[in-house]
């Protein structure tokens, strides 16, 4: 504040000594300013609060920080209470879920007792299987505590546990018996994945099919979702939304194409708005997004059912963005049509569901594939449409430096 006795002492020194007469009055003419200026601040929050703006800020707020606590408390099934609250018992067995979706927004949920797990195993079969000419199918497998965010190319977004999705008990589904979560006009699914311990990772990495890549803190990427708009996180007509990765600043993003080009980055280095970090030929496009966590390895599947291991080691991280990516298949291979469905950081005793194009879905634990190299498919089937991996069902998942259950 300026005193009476500081304006005062300004005349004096203005009387005494005249020349400082410009400093004093640009001095004075500064600090009226910065009063102005606050003068505004205040008056805007005062509006906004009489209008109710802020209030309404402020309990979307305290609705977001709610919503992420009951996600958690869901995730553990019970482990965590707060003060004042009494614990409630885990009496459930976790079981394994396993989502099957196409971009029609129609999904088909089976649900496994993971006691009753064996490599081979034909988990289920889907009457009214599409080619992958026809429909882009995707897999999902994941715990019953899970959240999942349904991700739409127009960027909008929907968010149910689980289990509001009804189990299939039909022996042969088709997609006319699936849970429908209806897109808008022009509207596609693009992704859903598992949410629930979001708020564990500090950043979410959203990318394209196109490998347009941006990352946001997931306090920012929560407000969205509570909003049901996340952005499409395009840039070009013909590009569309591939999903959302969770991650940590320290974490190692890999993105893998279909013709077999992989960009590896550290997440702390990754843009925060729409770049293109990796350059792919007009027909190809991003099948697997993940980081790679602690797993010591990478799986690769092709459509033929060919598994590629490779260390962790082996990649090497990009120094710039729009590279063409380190190349997985060779060259002749590529020209013959080899093309990568899935891919996903493995342990041996981790295990993988495959869809083949006779709407058949079997399992196998990928420790079986380190000796095989390919998948065992069923009679006369030749083509795998989708991968997915998931640890051993009795592991606990390391949280805050994996994703389980990532849609690939």
């Not at 997440?267 to 190809?284: F, K, S």
């Not at 002749?332 to 869809?355: C, K, M, Q």
Request: aromatic content about 8%.
């Amino acid at each position: 504040m300026i005193s009476q006795d500081k304006i005062d002492s300004w005349i004096r020194e203005v009387q005494e000594r005249p020349a400082s007469a410009e400093l004093i009055i640009h001095y004075i003419a500064n600090r009226l300013s910065d009063l102005a200026s606050r003068a505004e601040e205040l008056s805007a929050e005062n509006i906004a609060l009489l209008s109710g703006r802020k209030v309404e800020e402020y309990e979307t707020r305290i609705a977001s920080l709610e919503y992420q606590l009951e996600l958690l408390k869901r995730q553990f099934a019970g482990e965590v209470t707060l003060p004042n609250e009494v614990p409630t018992p885990k009496t459930t067995i976790e079981m394994v879920n396993l989502l099957v979706y196409n971009q029609l927004g129609q999904v088909l949920r089976f649900e496994k007792d993971p006691a009753e797990m064996v490599t081979g195993q034909i988990m289920a079969r889907i009457g009214s299987a599409p080619s992958d000419a026809e429909m882009q199918v995707n897999l999902l497998v994941t715990g019953s505590q899970e959240e999942l965010l349904f991700i739409f190319d127009s960027g909008r977004t929907v968010t149910m546990p689980v289990t509001a999705i009804p189990t299939s008990v039909a022996e042969d589904p088709d997609w006319q018996q699936a849970f429908f979560e209806e897109p808008r006009i022009k509207e596609e699914l693009a992704a859903i994945h598992p949410i629930a311990k979001m708020t564990l990772y500090d950043t979410g990495v959203q990318a394209s099919r196109r490998g347009y890549v941006k990352k946001m803190k997931t306090s920012f990427l929560a407000a969205h979702i509570t909003e049901n708009y996340i952005g499409s996180g395009v840039k070009l007509p013909a590009d569309k939304t591939w999903g959302i990765t969770l991650a940590n600043k320290e974490d190692v993003y890999i993105l893998v194409s279909q013709e077999g080009y992989i960009f590896s980055m550290q997440v702390d280095r990754l843009p925060i708005a729409i770049d293109e970090v990796i350059h792919l030929g007009i027909t190809d496009h991003i099948v697997s997004a993940f980081v790679a966590g602690m797993k010591p390895s990478i799986l690769f599947i092709t459509q033929t059912g060919k598994a590629v291991h490779r260390d962790i080691s082996w990649l090497e991280g990009a120094n710039s963005f729009r590279t063409k990516g380190q190349s997985l298949l060779s060259k002749e291979r590529r020209e013959s049509g080899t093309r990568i469905v899935g891919a996903a950081p493995v342990v041996d005793h981790d295990w993988g569901v495959f869809l083949f194009n006779d709407g058949t879905i079997s399992a196998c634990q990928l420790s079986e594939l380190s000796s095989s190299g390919s998948v065992i498919s069923p009679p006369t089937v030749y083509s795998i449409l989708s991968f997915a991996s998931f640890p051993q069902p009795d592991e606990a998942p390391v949280v805050g430096r994996k994703q389980v259950g990532q849609k690939i």
